[in-house]
């Protein structure tokens, strides 16, 4: 992709995430410890962010096999659209970290970034084509007013091309962001790169 994006404090550099907790020392770590961070990734071990659920390893572990599900399982959203969903969700709730890592994942995935700019600049106007759209309006809307998501909602989704199993993957990742942002939001703070590049 091209430079990085900045905007409205949103960016789509790789950042650092600075805990407000002490993270599990993973020399000293149970094992189970060890088995939930595992289950997240390989580079678990090494996230101040999975350190500090650490703590809670059977949450943690739970944790972990849920995001796997959601956002790596076959079938389905295709996974771009998938990260979309997640973008969205992590810019309404002000995650800066997790709009980061998503939007940098959908880039990868879909080679580009223009909705991306889109989604940092005003969410509910983004999208680039009436799909995206409404992947965009209905994350919106499920994150903020999940009681107020109706049959009609739905039906718009299905209009533009969404299929019953795209949605339910949407839902997910929706609401998996809806609860991830919120726990990242409260444990600790990104940190920007120092160079301001």
Not at 99 to 110: G, M, T, Y
Not at 120 to 134: I, L, N, Q, V
Request: net charge negative; with cysteine.
């Amino acid at each position: 992709m091209t430079a990085p994006i900045r905007i409205n404090g949103f960016t789509t550099e790789v950042l650092k995430w600075k805990p407000w907790l002490d993270t599990v020392n993973v020399d000293t770590a149970t094992p189970a410890q060890l088995a939930a961070l595992d289950e997240m990734s390989p580079q678990a071990r090494t996230s101040p962010y999975f350190l500090v659920l650490a703590h809670q390893p059977e949450i943690l572990l739970q944790r972990s096999i849920a995001f796997n599900a959601i956002m790596f399982a076959p079938g389905g959203m295709p996974r771009a659209e998938r990260e979309l969903g997640a973008t969205v969700e992590s810019r309404v709730n002000g995650c800066v970290y997790c709009a980061s890592v998503h939007a940098q994942r959908f880039e990868q995935l879909a080679k580009r970034s223009d909705v991306i700019e889109q989604v940092f600049e005003e969410p509910a106007s983004a999208g680039t084509t009436p799909r995206e759209k409404a992947i965009v309006e209905f994350s919106i809307k499920l994150g903020a007013e999940p009681d107020k998501v109706s049959a009609e909602d739905i039906r718009a989704l299905k209009e533009v091309g969404l299929e019953e199993l795209e949605i339910l993957d949407l839902v997910h990742s929706v609401a998996l962001f809806a609860w991830a942002n919120r726990l990242m939001l409260n444990l600790g703070e990104p940190v920007f790169p120092a160079d301001g590049s």
